[in-house]
């Protein structure tokens, strides 16, 4: 697919958003950013919520693909988190539907990246033993999906969203399960999980330019000696992670020891997520 030239980032303030607002230009996109806190420095940022209609049909018109981060990132009441990642993905939908139409696809326009997250396999129990992990250990991409938080169940609903819109309208999807996208990985579980800024760019850009993707799910991490899962759907994209998160373990595994498969929080794929979520603020 050629490449996209108006792309509309939503949750273009988020942590997320700010990395990839410096780093997605370069690969030549022109980026709408939609969110509903304010960009300091972005006049013509389109300050909306998920929910308003209205907005997201303006903010889809003239655009060529759709980098979907907007949303609760973390654990929240349901009915938060059915109306910002549910309701605001469907909405978001709609609307990138009506705007492409049925040629969209065809004419190289119509297709979305969405931030699915490593929370809707959750429960999943990471691989044990020592790195780097076996291939055939790896956790496959068809995993069964084990949400691990209301959070990770609002992606898995945004995952099967994204496929009844390929199946049935055309829109484009590849859902991508970010590990951790942070300057640096904090935790040793981070290790296995971690996505680099710069690795994320490169996935986001392969994600959005790939051929033919209908509704592709992908892992989104970089190339860890400690990864965890098949990074195949990844890579079938054209992405090729440049970075290891190692270079931070001496000093993250000295501070915080290995990884004690007797936890419940160090033996699944989401961490603590599975005992104590962090929360969304109120
Ligand atoms: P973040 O919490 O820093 O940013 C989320 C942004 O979405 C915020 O700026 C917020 O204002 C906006 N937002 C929330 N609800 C909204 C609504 N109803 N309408 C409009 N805007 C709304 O999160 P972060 O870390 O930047 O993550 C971005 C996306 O990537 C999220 O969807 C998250 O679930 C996903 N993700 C991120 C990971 C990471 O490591 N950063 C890992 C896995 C998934
Ligand atoms: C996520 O899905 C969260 O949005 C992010 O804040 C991190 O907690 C990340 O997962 C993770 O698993 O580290």
């Given at each position: 697919m050629p490449t996209p030239r108006t792309v509309l980032l939503t949750g273009a303030a988020g942590g997320l958003g700010t990395l990839m607002r410096g780093l997605l230009p370069a690969y030549g996109y022109e980026l709408r950013l939609f969110d509903a806190t304010p960009i300091e420095g972005e006049p013509a940022a389109i300050t909306a919520d998920l929910a308003d209609k209205q907005a997201l049909r303006e903010a889809v018109?003239?655009?060529?693909a759709i980098v979907h981060l907007a949303g609760i990132s973390l654990e929240a009441p349901f009915e938060d988190i059915l109306r910002s990642n549910i309701e605001g993905t469907y909405n978001l939908y709609e609307a990138a539907r009506d705007e492409w139409g049925a040629e969209g696809t065809a004419a190289g326009r119509g297709r979305i990246v969405f931030a699915s997250s490593n929370h809707a396999v959750g429960y999943t129990p990471r691989p044990r033993g020592d790195a780097p992990c076996p291939p055939e250990r790896l956790i496959p991409i068809d995993t069964p999906r084990r949400p691990d938080t209301y959070y990770g169940l609002s992606k898995c609903f945004g995952e099967d969203l994204a496929q009844l819109y390929w199946d049935r309208d055309g829109v484009e999807t590849v859902s991508v399960r970010i590990g951790s996208c942070f300057m640096e990985p904090t935790t040793v579980r981070m290790l296995s999980v971690w996505l680099s800024p710069g690795d994320g760019a490169r996935l986001f850009h392969a994600a959005l330019t790939a051929d033919r993707v209908g509704h592709t799910v992908a892992y989104g991490s970089s190339a860890n000696t400690r990864l965890w899962w098949d990074l195949g759907t990844a890579r079938a994209l054209g992405y090729e992670p440049q970075d290891d998160s190692e270079q931070y373990a001496p000093k993250l595994v000295a501070e915080q020891g290995e990884l004690d498969p007797e936890r419940p929080d160090h033996a699944r794929l989401g961490g603590h997520f599975v005992t104590d979520p962090p929360r969304w603020p109120s």
């Amino acid at each position: 697919m050629p490449t996209p030239r108006t792309v509309l980032l939503t949750g273009a303030a988020g942590g997320l958003g700010t990395l990839m607002r410096g780093l997605l230009p370069a690969y030549g996109y022109e980026l709408r950013l939609f969110d509903a806190t304010p960009i300091e420095g972005e006049p013509a940022a389109i300050t909306a919520d998920l929910a308003d209609k209205q907005a997201l049909r303006e903010a889809v018109r003239g655009v060529d693909a759709i980098v979907h981060l907007a949303g609760i990132s973390l654990e929240a009441p349901f009915e938060d988190i059915l109306r910002s990642n549910i309701e605001g993905t469907y909405n978001l939908y709609e609307a990138a539907r009506d705007e492409w139409g049925a040629e969209g696809t065809a004419a190289g326009r119509g297709r979305i990246v969405f931030a699915s997250s490593n929370h809707a396999v959750g429960y999943t129990p990471r691989p044990r033993g020592d790195a780097p992990c076996p291939p055939e250990r790896l956790i496959p991409i068809d995993t069964p999906r084990r949400p691990d938080t209301y959070y990770g169940l609002s992606k898995c609903f945004g995952e099967d969203l994204a496929q009844l819109y390929w199946d049935r309208d055309g829109v484009e999807t590849v859902s991508v399960r970010i590990g951790s996208c942070f300057m640096e990985p904090t935790t040793v579980r981070m290790l296995s999980v971690w996505l680099s800024p710069g690795d994320g760019a490169r996935l986001f850009h392969a994600a959005l330019t790939a051929d033919r993707v209908g509704h592709t799910v992908a892992y989104g991490s970089s190339a860890n000696t400690r990864l965890w899962w098949d990074l195949g759907t990844a890579r079938a994209l054209g992405y090729e992670p440049q970075d290891d998160s190692e270079q931070y373990a001496p000093k993250l595994v000295a501070e915080q020891g290995e990884l004690d498969p007797e936890r419940p929080d160090h033996a699944r794929l989401g961490g603590h997520f599975v005992t104590d979520p962090p929360r969304w603020p109120s």
